[in-house]
């Protein structure tokens, strides 16, 4: 919900308990190209964090895929067809750098009929994960709602909708819908009294809307078990219950605080029982807090965070979304974003994940391409990967290290393919067909289009998507942090310089982009971090105590560093670090700023790592 009345969340689908899906099970599927011994595997929460087969902490990076799931253009799925989901699969991992997507599902597709479940629609919705599967990127299903339904809008409608179907607003007997003086399509959230009323009635499960929408969701995920492979389904990290859940109106002496406990969180309590019960038992709910517990206007904020559910534990994760609504309102912040411009709001979704003993995800973040906010996009989108990176501005990051924090998994908005070539008839109007942008609510979001030729290319800078991240971490991380040099038009953004204090690290990496980890050494899978494209192999130089090197070898289970493909066979490189021992600080500085560093210089600057590492570890 990038406007600014942030964005509401699915209302969706529904059907009695009873509905079961049907099919033959799958032919079982190989894992994907490329993948090595300690590869694939489900993922389970443990300590705070997402843990793979290994004991590895694993962050997911990556996109929503994609807002074309609330269009009908294409029967409410993400692609108009199983090669687009490879394409884009492909484009993503190899362009963009992420290793996991949100994947938005629609209720109203998958019950059009009033317990009656779509297996054609997911069957297809089937086949497009498994493209994204099967190219070794781990995905998480939401079933996805703004504004509740299109069909509380008519064809004349300024706005439309996403998320139930049109039998469960039909028996709501909702008023015209109306935003009044609307700026933004996220305020009919609070403003639009049809929207409110329908919200409304689905937290308090009127005319039974809440008890199908969970039947539905039942049905959907039997359905997935017994329709992907072994191998893909582990690659399923969870389930996103609800997008963005707003009361839609409080009852007298009512907060939003006893809203989550008293409505919202029984509703997770009972579609976790749902995922038990459909063989997701080993998988965790991302369950969302009120949508505004984090807003950063002061007047749209409400105490919130599930500050009621007691510890979640691994059976949860705490989910939610950020977006810059001063930047994006265009009146409450005039400039751009600074270095560490939302540290402050990614430490409290760190905060309240420890809190709530689980891990952490920030499933939507973005800010708009085009339009009057646009030329804000460059600093913005870098201060919010930022602050995923680090709980630290740059400014402090190598003074006090050992504050840096978990690094966060995070899900950008939005991975579009059709991108400004969409065909949408908005609401059902033939005479407002819909072809640029987004295509819905004139949002403008997307990483990524299609040219000319039908190619995906970026529609941001590089050097900001592609980023250098721990993937996999053996053992435990304690301090990250990447200095992307990302552009804001034609100025080089560098938060993060190398201080002089460091002088031949800072000679060693230049004007070049570099990455530090440093990490506390266990289980006996490397550590591994994804490489962007900027960083190829004969110009990547990694200084480490477990070796320093300059084009690093092809990995092996006795090459300390070394390069490998990430699995799926998109061309993705990743760099493998293998310690040999258990509970030892380890560090690795990897950058692409140096060109025939001498042994001299690569030794040096090992030194100040080492002692670095040695003061503030």
Same mark, same amino acid.
């Given at each position: 919900?990038?406007?600014?009345?942030?964005?509401?969340?699915?209302?969706?689908?529904?059907?009695?308990?009873?509905?079961?899906?049907?099919?033959?099970?799958?032919?079982?599927?190989?894992?994907?190209?490329?993948?090595?011994?300690?590869?694939?595997?489900?993922?389970?929460?443990?300590?705070?964090?997402?843990?793979?087969?290994?004991? /590895?902490?694993?962050?997911?990076?990556?996109?929503?895929?994609?807002?074309?799931?609330?269009?009908?253009?294409?029967?409410?799925? !993400?692609?108009?067809?199983?090669?687009?989901?490879?394409?884009?699969?492909?484009?993503?991992?190899?362009?963009?750098?992420?290793?996991?997507?949100?994947?938005?599902?629609?209720?109203?597709?998958?019950?059009?009929?009033?317990?009656?479940?779509?297996?054609?629609?997911?069957?297809?919705?089937?086949?497009?994960?498994?493209?994204?599967?099967?190219?070794?990127? /781990?995905?998480?299903?939401?079933? $996805?709602?703004?504004?509740?339904?299109?069909?509380?809008?008519?064809?004349?409608?300024?706005?439309?909708?996403?998320?139930?179907?049109?039998?469960?607003?039909?028996?709501?007997?909702?008023?015209?819908?109306?935003?009044?003086?609307?700026?933004?399509?996220?305020?009919?959230?609070?403003?639009?009294?049809?929207? /409110?009323?329908?919200?409304?009635?689905?937290?308090?499960?009127?005319?039974?809307?809440?008890?199908?929408?969970?039947?539905?969701?039942?049905?959907? +995920?039997?359905?997935?078990?017994?329709?992907?492979?072994?191998?893909?389904?582990?690659?399923?990290?969870?389930?996103?219950?609800?997008?963005?859940?707003?009361?839609?109106?409080?009852?007298?002496?009512?907060?939003?605080?006893?809203?989550?406990?008293?409505?919202?969180?029984?509703?997770?309590?009972?579609?976790?029982?749902?995922?038990?019960?459909?063989?997701?038992?080993? &998988?965790?709910?991302?369950?969302?807090?009120?949508?505004?517990?984090?807003?950063?206007?002061?007047?749209?904020?409400?105490?919130?965070?599930?500050?009621?559910?007691?510890?979640?534990?691994?059976?949860?994760?705490?989910?939610? $979304?950020?977006?810059?609504?001063?930047?994006?309102?265009?009146?409450?912040?005039?400039? &751009?974003?600074?270095?560490?411009?939302?540290?402050?709001?990614?430490?409290?979704?760190?905060?309240?994940?420890?809190?709530?003993?689980?891990?952490?995800?920030?499933?939507?973040?973005?800010? !708009?391409?085009?339009?009057?906010?646009?030329?804000?996009?460059?600093?913005?989108? &870098?201060? +919010?990967?930022?602050?995923?990176?680090?709980?630290?501005?740059?400014?402090?990051?190598?003074?006090?290290?050992?504050?840096?924090?978990?690094?966060?998994?995070?899900?950008?908005?939005?991975?579009?393919?059709?991108?400004?070539?969409? $065909?949408?008839? +908005?609401?059902?109007?033939?005479?407002?067909?819909?072809?640029?942008?987004?295509?819905?609510?004139?949002?403008?979001?997307?990483?990524? /289009?299609?040219?000319?030729?039908?190619? !995906?290319?970026?529609?941001?800078?590089?050097?900001?998507?592609?980023?250098?991240?721990?993937?996999?971490?053996?053992?435990?991380?304690?301090?990250?942090?990447?200095?992307?040099?990302?552009?804001?038009?034609?100025?080089?953004?560098?938060?993060?310089?190398?201080?002089?204090?460091?002088?031949?690290?800072?000679?060693?990496?230049?004007?070049?982009?570099?990455?530090?980890?440093?990490?506390?050494?266990?289980?006996?899978?490397?550590?591994?971090? $994804?490489?962007?494209?900027?960083?190829?192999?004969?110009?990547?130089?990694?200084?480490?105590?477990?070796?320093?090197?300059?084009?690093?070898?092809?990995?092996?289970?006795?090459?300390?560093?070394?390069?490998?493909?990430?699995?799926?066979?998109?061309?993705?490189?990743?760099?493998?670090?293998?310690?040999?021992?258990?509970?030892? !600080?380890?560090?690795?500085?990897?950058?692409?700023?140096?060109?025939?560093?001498?042994?001299?210089?690569?030794?040096?600057?090992?030194?100040?790592?080492?002692?670095?590492?040695?003061?503030?570890?």
């Amino acid at each position: 919900m990038p406007n600014i009345g942030a964005r509401l969340l699915p209302v969706l689908v529904v059907l009695c308990g009873f509905l079961t899906a049907v099919g033959a099970p799958p032919a079982t599927a190989a894992a994907p190209s490329g993948s090595l011994w300690f590869d694939g595997g489900p993922l389970t929460v443990r300590g705070g964090r997402f843990v793979d087969g290994q004991g /590895r902490e694993v962050v997911l990076r990556g996109y929503n895929v994609s807002g074309e799931t609330k269009l009908e253009e294409n029967g409410g799925l !993400p692609f108009a067809s199983v090669a687009d989901a490879r394409r884009s699969a492909t484009a993503l991992r190899a362009l963009g750098g992420g290793n996991a997507v949100r994947f938005p599902l629609s209720w109203a597709h998958a019950e059009p009929v009033r317990g009656q479940v779509d297996t054609a629609y997911l069957a297809a919705v089937t086949e497009q994960m498994g493209a994204f599967l099967d190219a070794g990127i /781990r995905v998480y299903p939401d079933f $996805h709602q703004d504004l509740y339904s299109r069909y509380l809008f008519d064809a004349g409608s300024w706005y439309t909708g996403d998320g139930a179907p049109k039998w469960a607003v039909e028996g709501g007997s909702y008023p015209k819908e109306s935003c009044g003086i609307c700026l933004f399509w996220g305020q009919n959230i609070t403003q639009n009294a049809a929207v /409110r009323q329908a919200q409304y009635d689905f937290w308090h499960d009127a005319h039974g809307v809440q008890d199908a929408f969970l039947g539905t969701a039942q049905a959907t +995920m039997i359905y997935l078990q017994r329709h992907l492979s072994d191998e893909e389904f582990a690659g399923v990290v969870g389930f996103d219950p609800y997008n963005e859940p707003y009361a839609g109106g409080y009852d007298s002496g009512q907060s939003s605080r006893t809203w989550e406990r008293d409505l919202l969180w029984p509703f997770y309590a009972r579609f976790r029982a749902r995922m038990d019960a459909a063989g997701w038992q080993d &998988k965790p709910a991302f369950v969302e807090p009120n949508l505004f517990w984090n807003a950063n206007i002061s007047t749209q904020r409400q105490e919130g965070g599930l500050l009621d559910a007691g510890t979640l534990g691994p059976g949860y994760v705490f989910n939610t $979304h950020f977006y810059d609504q001063k930047a994006i309102s265009g009146i409450l912040m005039w400039g &751009k974003a600074a270095d560490g411009q939302y540290a402050s709001d990614f430490a409290a979704v760190r905060d309240r994940a420890a809190a709530a003993g689980t891990a952490a995800v920030v499933s939507e973040f973005g800010h !708009p391409l085009s339009g009057t906010v646009s030329d804000k996009a460059p600093t913005v989108l &870098k201060a +919010m990967y930022q602050g995923l990176d680090s709980r630290l501005p740059g400014s402090r990051w190598w003074t006090d290290p050992a504050a840096s924090g978990p690094v966060l998994s995070g899900s950008q908005w939005q991975w579009d393919l059709y991108n400004g070539r969409h $065909h949408e008839p +908005m609401n059902g109007n033939p005479g407002k067909v819909v072809t640029s942008e987004d295509g819905w609510n004139d949002e403008d979001l997307s990483a990524v /289009r299609l040219d000319d030729a039908g190619n !995906p290319v970026l529609r941001q800078d590089a050097r900001l998507l592609d980023r250098l991240y721990p993937s996999a971490t053996a053992g435990s991380g304690l301090a990250f942090t990447y200095e992307d040099r990302s552009r804001d038009g034609s100025a080089t953004l560098t938060w993060n310089p190398v201080p002089a204090s460091l002088p031949d690290v800072a000679r060693l990496v230049g004007s070049g982009q570099y990455g530090l980890l440093v990490w506390r050494s266990g289980a006996g899978a490397p550590t591994e971090l $994804h490489l962007p494209a900027s960083f190829p192999t004969p110009a990547t130089t990694v200084v480490s105590d477990l070796g320093t090197v300059c084009g690093p070898p092809a990995y092996t289970a006795a090459t300390p560093v070394g390069v490998a493909p990430e699995p799926g066979g998109t061309g993705s490189r990743r760099l493998l670090l293998t310690a040999a021992d258990s509970g030892v !600080p380890h560090f690795a500085l990897v950058t692409n700023g140096a060109t025939a560093p001498s042994a001299d210089l690569l030794g040096a600057a090992r030194s100040e790592l080492a002692a670095w590492v040695a003061a503030h570890f």
